[in-house]
């Protein structure tokens, strides 16, 4: 992370879904399941991250990150990196159009669990390094490309609190990456966006568009699936924190 001024950041904004909050992974699990896919949450949390340069390459297209069609287009990527599911001969017809079959189904029943239940599972050490950083005084505002639910959701898995304000796509109007988001963001804080980083977990949305705004962009990438991109990279969000705070110690 050498390019990213950690010790003179006064806020930093977070995206929510697979940076604050993944999957819940019962939830997916039971869904493919039900489509004959037996998975392991691991297996699943490793196939989900593995398939998101491919979805950033999408939305790097113009696609939004809020149509159906994108979900089910990286819910199928992610059912082909299985373990369960193994690589199949090319042109294996069959075996796509069963794919693309149950890669619908799953995306769809996900969908309609609802966003709130379906991006429950608060990510480990997230509540500490909110925490922590607030207590610091960092300046904490969530980012989030959403249908208008995110701070209810932030509300109801207890991160609500450890924020000073949330900005859905939705409400604002502008979603990632439209630098516009950002910059209702930074006037909301009041930061300067040289002093400001935002967390997130696809380059194309989260570190392209902070980057549109003047704002650091940082790449949350647990399983090195990202080594390509030439940005700041963190394997969570709270690694991220105890670099951040080290380095304000170290400039005390
Ligand atoms: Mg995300």
């Given at each position: ?22 999957m819940d992974?019962?939830l ?92 429950s599972r ?131």
């Amino acid at each position: 992370m050498h390019s990213l001024p950690l010790a003179d950041l006064d806020a930093l904004f977070l995206d929510a879904g697979n940076t604050l909050v993944g999957m819940d992974p019962a939830l997916v699990c039971d869904r493919l399941a039900a489509h004959g896919i037996a998975a392991e949450p691991a297996e699943v949390e490793r196939a989900e991250a593995g398939a998101r340069p491919a979805l950033s390459r999408l939305l790097a297209r113009g696609r939004s990150s809020e149509d159906r069609d994108t979900f089910v287009f990286h819910i199928r990527n992610a059912i082909a990196a299985l373990p369960a599911v193994g690589a199949g001969g090319v042109g294996d017809a069959a075996r796509e159009a069963e794919l693309d079959r149950i890669a619908h189904a799953v995306a769809h029943e996900l969908k309609d669990a609802g966003t709130r239940r379906l991006w429950s599972r608060v990510l480990p050490g997230v509540p500490q390094a909110l925490a922590s950083l607030h207590a610091a005084g960092v300046k904490l505002a969530v980012v989030s490309n959403s249908d208008g639910t995110i701070e209810a959701g932030m509300a109801a898995v207890g991160l609500r609190d450890h924020l000073d304000a949330v900005f859905d796509s939705r409400v604002v109007g502008f979603e990632k990456p439209d630098a516009r988001i950002f910059i209702a963001a930074l006037e909301k804080i009041g930061t300067r966006p040289e002093r400001t980083a935002h967390l997130g977990d696809l380059h194309a949305v989260d570190v392209l568009g902070a980057r549109g705004a003047g704002v650091h962009g940082v790449l949350v990438d647990p399983f090195d699936d990202w080594r390509d991109d030439p940005c700041p990279r963190t394997r969570s969000t709270a690694e991220l924190a105890r670099a951040l705070l080290d380095a304000r110690a170290a400039r005390r």
